[in-house]
């Protein structure tokens, strides 16, 4: 045994191993207890249990020990314990967000000793603060990590978080020798006992005197056999009648009450194209339309509003039950979600879930990937898009690559990566640099602490490769670029529902070029406004009548327009054109316009 005093309750080291097994210790401190494992067969091995400084400012120094332990052997390599720090703001829960460069500075140091983090079985956390309610913070602070060849060495290696209702951390255990996991067992053709399986054993102890229980043994297998058969055919059952019930119409009614809310879109000629006998091109069209791995029709959720009153929730039950009755597709209650406002009471939300019979979801941070609900710091909200990021960019090995294969990684995958959330966010300016500063250090080769001189600018890297750079993406650039091309939909696509929302929340009185914040607006139609200039600058009007360009504000010209003094500002480019003829006003354009124009 080997023990290392704590200082006062804090800390302390302790390592014990059995009498069998050779263990010799080579370092220690209060810090760490470094150590080579001889087992009485096979290869030795590295063990090193690690207890990190709890004070922020002393986190740094733990890395470096890191970082010179692992420069003291080649042995393959284990180190576990108490890090006190987390690599990700999954594996946080609780109170405010983790900062991202202490997790920063742990992925490095594990990068650069090569430690993969083996995962764990078990609760997700293994530390909490002990604090009620709010206060409450749990993490998973407790880890193992070894390199590739001391996975190799132990194949079948296995991390379980175990519980503990004497401290604050939960201890970890790590088995490198865990019971073999029952093989999946996928059923094959059932197969009779048959004779010529024990020929070779009845050669060798005559037929005659091991007739008898050689038959016992056949009528016992047998009948083993027919129980598995007769339990498939109960499962098989089982399952027949779940989808054959699933899949048989109720004979739903009440469609005319339904139908009545329903807008008459189908004319007489549309009721005679769908009156037709099909053809078989259209049934080929139809069948390769359909994506080979999804179901056909829409596959995004429904999400209903309504104020937190009983009587509202009453008189929406009220329309699901009529879709219901009328449709024959029940709603399915265990996949329905209730999301509150803040300021719902804890007894309106116990009646509501109720009447409703469904889960209150509690944490509305994602839906389909984004995040639902914006916090005072938009910084804090795309923190998991910068450390997706970082961990992609960092688990790369830059010295094993060419500049060719960098290139490409950079492009088809760091930068792919926050294209779906800029189609709908603008992305603060801060973040988009930070990214931009952890892709310009990896094509540096400076993903770890060393200093590396950047030969260009980023800015200049990302411009095209006809004009001498690299093609990459700026990612500013890119996101306005990105919501231009929605906010394009507000400008062209009158007809789609996003449109007609936004429309009619934002801008009921003008377009879309023309719109201003307004009262209370959402995260994304600030975004959208934000790549308003970038429509402004390159997009242009195209002349019809001119009643609705103004002079002086909309683009219709490919330059901006020199007024004289005195000029009008309200005037508007059909002022502009005798319609009768339609001539240019030329002496109005003299007198509102300099000859420069």
Same mark, same amino acid.
């Given at each position: 045994m080997l023990a290392v005093s704590s200082e006062g309750r804090r800390g302390g080291l302790a390592l014990l191993w059995k009498v069998e097994l050779v263990v010799d210790t080579s370092t220690y401190s209060p810090h760490h207890i470094d150590t080579r494992v001889l087992p009485p067969s096979g290869?030795?091995?590295?063990?090193?249990g690690i207890y990190e400084y709890p004070n922020e400012q002393q986190k740094p120094e733990t890395w470096r020990l890191l970082r010179h332990l692992r420069s003291r052997s080649t042995l393959p390599w284990m180190c576990i314990g108490d890090y006190n720090e987390i690599l990700s703001s999954s594996e946080k829960n609780g109170r405010l967000p983790k900062p991202l460069p202490p997790m920063v500075e742990f992925q490095s140091a594990l990068l650069f000793c090569g430690l993969i983090d083996l995962g764990y079985n078990g609760y997700r956390f293994t530390w909490r603060n002990g604090r009620a309610e709010e206060a409450f913070v749990e993490e998973r602070l407790d880890r193992a990590c070894a390199l590739v060849e001391w996975s190799e060495l132990h194949p079948r290696a296995k991390?379980?978080?175990?519980?503990?209702s004497y401290s604050d951390h939960d201890p970890i255990l790590l088995d490198t020798t865990p019971d073999a996991a029952p093989t999946p067992h996928r059923r094959q053709k059932l197969h009779r006992f048959e004779e010529k399986w024990e020929l070779e054993e009845l050669m060798e102890q005559g037929y005659e005197q091991n007739l008898q229980s050689i038959n016992e043994l056949k009528n016992e297998l047998n009948t083993?056999?027919?129980h598995e058969e007769l339990d498939m055919n109960r499962i098989s059952n089982?399952?027949? +009648?779940?989808?054959?019930? @699933?899949f048989t119409t109720t004979r739903p009614g009440n469609m005319v009450r339904v139908l009545e809310a329903v807008d008459k879109v189908v004319t007489q000629d549309m009721v005679h194209s769908l009156s037709q006998p099909y053809i078989e091109e259209e049934v080929r069209v139809a069948l390769f339309s359909m994506h080979p791995s999804k179901s056909p029709g829409p596959d995004d959720d429904s999400l209903l509003f309504c104020e937190a009153k009983m009587g +509202?929730?009453?008189?929406? @039950?009220?329309?699901?039950t009529q879709y219901e009755e009328?449709?024959?597709?029940?709603?399915?209650?265990?996949?329905?979600?209730?999301?509150f406002s803040q300021n719902t009471s804890r007894r309106d939300k116990e009646a509501i879930k109720n009447l409703m019979g469904a889960q209150v979801m509690t944490s509305c941070e994602k839906y389909l990937g984004l995040p639902m609900i914006r916090g005072k710091s938009k910084v804090s909200t795309f923190k998991e898009l910068q450390e997706r990021i970082t961990k992609k960019v960092m688990g790369w090995k830059e010295k094993t690559i060419s500049k060719a294969g960098r290139e490409t990684l950079i492009k088809a995958m760091a930068q792919a990566i926050p294209t779906y959330s800029m189609s709908i966010f603008q992305i603060p300016r801060c973040v988009c640099d930070y990214i931009n500063s952890i892709l310009a250090k990896y094509w540096w080769r400076q993903t770890r602490n060393e200093k590396k001189i950047h030969w260009i600018n980023w800015k200049r890297l990302c411009t095209p490769k006809n004009r001498g750079g690299m093609g990459f993406r700026d990612i500013h650039a890119f996101n306005l670029a990105m919501l231009a091309k929605q906010a394009w939909r507000l400008v062209t696509g009158s007809h789609s529902l996003f449109y007609q929302v936004y429309k009619a929340r934002y801008f009921p009185r003008c377009s879309f070029m023309d719109a201003k914040l307004g009262h209370n607006p959402s995260f994304v139609w600030r975004s959208l406004l934000g790549a308003g200039d970038v429509l402004r600058v390159g997009s242009m009007w195209k002349i019809g009548d001119g009643q609705s360009i103004k002079i002086t504000i909309n683009k219709w010209l490919p330059h901006p327009p020199l007024f004289k003094p005195g000029a009008d500002p309200t005037l508007k480019v059909g002022d502009l054109i005798h319609h009768d003829s339609m001539q240019w006003n030329r002496p109005l354009i003299q007198t509102t316009f300099m000859q420069a124009t």
């Open positions: 290869q030795p091995w590295r063990l090193t991390v379980t978080h175990l519980t503990a083993l056999l027919h089982i399952a027949e +009648e779940y989808y054959t019930n @699933l +509202e929730c009453r008189q929406l @039950l009220d329309i699901l009328a449709s024959g597709q029940a709603i399915n209650r265990a996949k329905t979600t209730l999301f």
